[in-house]
């Protein structure tokens, strides 16, 4: 992997989302180390003030992002297909200030409905690259059976390289009473960063990553109780330096 900019420090965007909305706020929000239990309850959060962000820059950034959706609409057959764009787009989670692939770059994760199914997570990147704003579509994360929600984002040296990479974990309720099997299965993303000719930025998932780290239920299967060990930052960090 190319390295490009300056180094990164293991700074953490996180979010908890369990309801589906369409507010377009911009929050920035650093997990505390103490705050990080995977056997705790909800966890605590700081918000850090997103004044810096300039009403201009916020109308700018938002207006990439409406862009680079519609564009995706009409590129994509798959999406373009099923729903055509409404006024009012519904976001899967707030929007978050994030720092991949630079500094001061937004992630957007919007609801898209599907024809007789629950709808896909279509995820969005805006970024600064010199004087413009680019908006790239990073992943579409599929219903499995509900439709998926975004538990958490952050950034991680996950090799040694000073670059954060990002991290993105996905869950869907499961209710199986039937069969004895419930919970919430995880699901990790995790995405590096390359610089292409011209420098323009490309992104691939990192999947050896997320061969470690795999995926699972936290819960119950056929009435015996199983957990997932990484659900949260803290989990997944201890699991990668090892």
């Not at 024809?115 to 579509?137: F, K, M, Q, W």
């Not at 699901?187 to 990553?209: M, P, Q």
Request: with cysteine.
């Amino acid at each position: 992997m190319v390295s490009i900019g300056s180094p990164m420090e293991d700074r953490r965007t996180q979010m908890s989302t369990r309801s589906r909305g369409s507010s377009t706020a911009i929050r920035t929000a650093t997990l505390h180390d103490a705050a990080i239990s995977p056997t705790s309850g909800p966890r605590m959060f700081s918000h850090q003030s997103t004044s810096k962000l300039s009403a201009m820059k916020r109308i700018f950034t938002q207006f990439a992002i409406l862009l680079g959706f519609t564009a995706a609409q009409l590129l994509h057959a798959s999406i373009a297909s099923e729903k055509s764009l409404s006024p009012s787009l519904t976001l899967a989670s707030p929007t978050l200030e994030i720092d991949f692939p630079v500094r001061e770059s937004l992630i957007q994760f919007f609801y898209v409905p599907q024809r007789d199914e629950e709808p896909n997570i279509e995820i969005y990147l805006s970024y600064r690259s010199g004087v413009c704003v680019r908006t790239a579509h990073l992943e579409t994360i599929e219903p499995e059976g509900r439709a998926a929600e975004i538990s958490s984002v952050f950034t991680l040296d996950a090799d040694g390289d000073k670059e954060g990479d990002l991290f993105i974990i996905a869950t869907w309720p499961i209710n199986h009473a039937a069969i004895g099997t419930e919970g919430t299965y995880y699901k990790i993303y995790a995405y590096r960063k390359s610089a292409v000719e011209g420098n323009e930025l490309e992104f691939h998932r990192a999947r050896d990553i997320e061969d470690k780290l795999g995926s699972g239920l936290d819960g119950t299967r056929e009435g015996v109780e199983v957990s997932f060990p990484f659900k949260e930052y803290a989990s997944i960090r201890a699991a990668l330096a090892r």
